[in-house]
């Protein structure tokens, strides 16, 4: 059974950091792409990031510039490094796993984990 878990969300002030984790079982991690989403109160999940099996990666371009998608494969793990936050970041953020060499708008494959609030405040 696949299992995703997102963490590292929390309550930071506009230009802080957070680096969101997510940690994926049950699946051949290092073959598959990895991808970051996330959901503000109101609207629609969207992409935010993806990375290929391969390191190749792929930003919204709200984010371009920001925030910095990696992945470990000995870890099963991919990261989301956010600097620079802005008010409009404040979301639940989600991973899941896509197609090898997926983009931002490859199809989720996985079914959704809980998601880690993020808040951006002062």
């Known amino acids: 059974q696949v299992q995703l878990v997102e963490s590292g969300g929390g309550l930071v002030q506009p230009g802080g950091s957070l680096r969101l984790s997510c940690v994926a079982s049950?699946?051949?991690?290092?073959?598959?792409?990895m991808a970051w989403y996330r959901q503000a109160p109101g609207k629609q999940r969207e992409s935010v990031a993806a990375?290929?099996?391969?390191?190749?990666?792929d930003y919204t371009p709200s984010v371009e510039g920001r925030f910095v998608i990696s992945r470990d494969n000995a870890k099963n793990t991919v990261y989301l490094q956010m600097d620079s936050l802005k008010h409009e970041d404040t979301a639940v953020y989600y991973c899941?796993?896509?197609?090898?060499?997926?983009?931002?708008?490859?199809?989720?494959?996985?079914?959704w984990g809980q998601g880690t609030q993020v808040t951006v405040s002062s």
């Open positions: 990375i290929t099996n391969s390191d190749l990666t």
């Open positions: 899941n796993y896509i197609g090898p060499s997926g983009s931002r708008s490859a199809l989720a494959l996985g079914s």
């Open positions: 049950g699946i051949n991690f290092g073959f598959y792409g």
